[in-house]
């Protein structure tokens, strides 16, 4: 059974502060998505990454494919209260239409 | 922008009773999933459709059954509630990758609250 674990599962910051949420799994994905998901509202994608080593930049979101394609990570700087919500990584297998979720990791950005 | 949509927020069933859970998307998208989301478990994918009339079970299927008459309807029943059914349904939908990829985005409704009591 694939597996995603996110770590921290909760996350409480100042504004202004960094953090980085990873994602881990002794499996292969051929593809990984981030997605954000607010109070009340369903996930939304915010990235997908499908190289190993594959680094994407949104706005002050960098997003990162390990090499072996079995973990990323998300890094935020200069948090904004905006920031806050439940993040949540996806993996994607070829010849599957199926994806595996991580954990979450609940973020809060306080003011 | 993709739409899908659920067609109740929130929901309270006893148990024992029949619950249809519908989710309608206006992208002519072949591909729908039903999840349900629990606290620290992540989202965990019960069925989903890649065709009308076609189903494949996802990961925790136990208790649950999907109807997809139409393209842009997917249904999740539950047959007979139960009290560890409470929780928080996702509906989504995708285009398949033509290269064999798995790297289409998923387009999430709001959610459907279900309580059973």
């Known amino acids: 059974t694939q597996l995603l674990e996110q770590s921290p599962q909760f996350l409480s910051i100042q504004e202004g502060e960094n953090l980085t949420v990873y994602c881990n799994s002794s499996?292969?994905?051929?593809?990984l998505q981030w997605y954000r998901q607010e109070p009340g509202e369903g996930p939304v994608l915010l990235v997908t990454v499908v190289t190993g080593g594959e680094v994407k930049k949104l706005k002050r979101l960098t997003f990162q494919f390990g090499d072996a394609r079995k973990d990323s990570s998300l890094h935020i700087t200069a948090a904004q209260t905006g920031d806050t919500g439940l993040y949540l990584c996806a993996g994607g297998t070829s010849g599957t239409y199926k994806y595996i979720f991580g954990t979450g990791t609940r973020l809060k950005v306080l003011a | 922008d993709v739409k899908v949509t659920q067609s109740s927020r929130y929901l309270v069933k006893r148990t024992g009773e029949k619950v249809f859970l519908e989710c309608v998307q206006d992208m002519d998208h072949e591909n729908m999933f039903w999840y349900r989301q629990d606290p620290g478990l992540g989202l965990r994918l019960i069925y989903f459709?890649?065709?009308?009339?076609?189903?494949e079970k996802g990961d925790i299927p136990e208790g649950y059954s999907v109807s997809r008459e139409k393209k842009e309807r997917f249904s999740l029943i539950l047959e007979s509630a139960s009290t560890n059914q409470t929780s928080m349904y996702l509906c989504?939908?995708?285009?398949?990758?033509?290269?064999?990829?798995?790297?289409?985005?998923?387009?999430f409704g709001n959610g459907t609250r279900l309580t059973v009591t």
């Open positions: 499996s292969v994905f051929s593809s």
């Open positions: 459709s890649y065709d009308v009339k076609m189903k």
């Open positions: 989504a939908s995708s285009v398949p990758q033509s290269t064999g990829a798995n790297n289409s985005p998923l387009h």
